[in-house]
C-alpha cells in the first residue's frame, strides 16, 4: 500500500541538496532586500513559492477557490511578520509552518475539517486516447485515498502532506510541527497503518 499511496500523493521535482542550498540562499537574499526596503522582493517570494503554499492548501481543503484564499492569506501574513524571520534559518521551513497552521485555522473556523477531502488537483488529460478502464481504477483509487486522507487527525494528516507530497524530511517535518523527528516518524507510522486499514489494504 505504501508505494501506491506515494505514487498517489506526491509530486514529481524534489530539489536536489545542491538545489536547494540555492534556493535557500536566494530566499534569504530576497527576505534581507525587503527588509532593506525593497518592498517588490516579497513579490519575488511570492512567484518562488506559491505553488508549494497552495498544494499544501489544495491537499488539505480539496477546494482550489479555498486553497487560492488560503495561499493569500498566507502571504499577507508573511509581509506581516517577515521582519520576525531569523537570519540563517530556512525561510521554506518557516513558510510551511506558516502555511500549514493557517489552513488549519481555516478548516477549523469553517467546522469542516473532518469533511475535508484531500485530494491531488485534476491531472490535464493527457495527448491522445486514454485507457477508459485504467482511469477509471485511478479515479476510484484517487477517491478511496481521498476519503481515508479525510479521516485521519490534523496531526497525521500534516504528516502525511509534507512527507508524502512536499516530501520533506522528518527533521524538517519536525520543525516545521514543533516535534521531535521521532514524534514525526511515529505518526507517519500510524497514518500509513491507518490508511492501509481504511483501504482495506492489511
Known amino acids: 500500500?505504501?508505494?501506491?499511496?506515494?505514487?498517489?500523493?506526491?509530486?514529481?521535482?524534489?530539489?536536489?541538496?545542491?538545489?536547494?542550498?540555492?534556493?535557500?540562499?536566494e530566499d534569504e537574499r530576497l527576505v534581507l532586500q525587503f527588509l532593506a526596503g525593497r518592498r517588490e522582493a516579497v513579490g519575488d517570494l511570492f512567484r518562488r513559492h506559491r505553488d508549494g503554499v497552495f498544494r499544501i492548501a489544495y491537499r488539505f481543503t480539496g477546494n482550489r477557490d479555498d486553497a487560492l484564499e488560503i495561499t493569500q492569506d498566507?502571504?499577507?501574513?508573511?509581509?506581516?511578520?517577515?521582519?520576525?524571520?531569523?537570519?540563517?534559518?530556512?525561510?521554506s521551513t518557516w513558510l510551511y509552518r506558516v502555511s500549514v497552521n493557517q489552513t488549519l485555522d481555516f478548516?477549523?473556523?469553517?467546522?469542516?475539517?473532518?469533511a475535508a477531502p484531500l485530494s491531488a488537483p485534476p491531472a490535464r488529460a493527457a495527448a491522445g486516447a486514454a485507457d477508459p478502464a485504467r482511469s477509471a481504477e485511478r479515479a476510484e483509487l484517487r477517491e478511496r485515498l481521498k476519503a481515508a486522507l479525510g479521516k485521519l487527525s490534523e496531526k497525521h494528516r500534516t504528516a502525511v502532506v509534507?512527507?508524502?507530497?512536499?516530501?520533506?524530511?522528518?527533521?524538517?517535518?519536525?520543525?516545521?510541527t514543533g516535534v521531535s523527528t521521532g514524534t514525526v516518524m511515529s505518526r507517519l507510522f500510524y497514518a500509513r497503518k491507518r490508511l492501509a486499514e481504511l483501504l482495506g489494504d492489511r
Open 107 to 114: 478548516l477549523r473556523r469553517r467546522a469542516r475539517l473532518a
Open 1 to 25: 500500500m505504501n508505494s501506491e499511496l506515494d505514487r498517489n500523493v506526491q509530486t514529481d521535482g524534489a530539489a536536489t541538496g545542491a538545489d536547494a542550498f540555492l534556493r535557500d540562499r
Open 74 to 91: 498566507v502571504f499577507m501574513k508573511l509581509i506581516e511578520h517577515l521582519g520576525g524571520f531569523r537570519q540563517g534559518s530556512r525561510f
Open 162 to 176: 509534507l512527507h508524502g507530497v512536499e516530501q520533506l524530511s522528518y527533521k524538517e517535518i519536525a520543525e516545521i
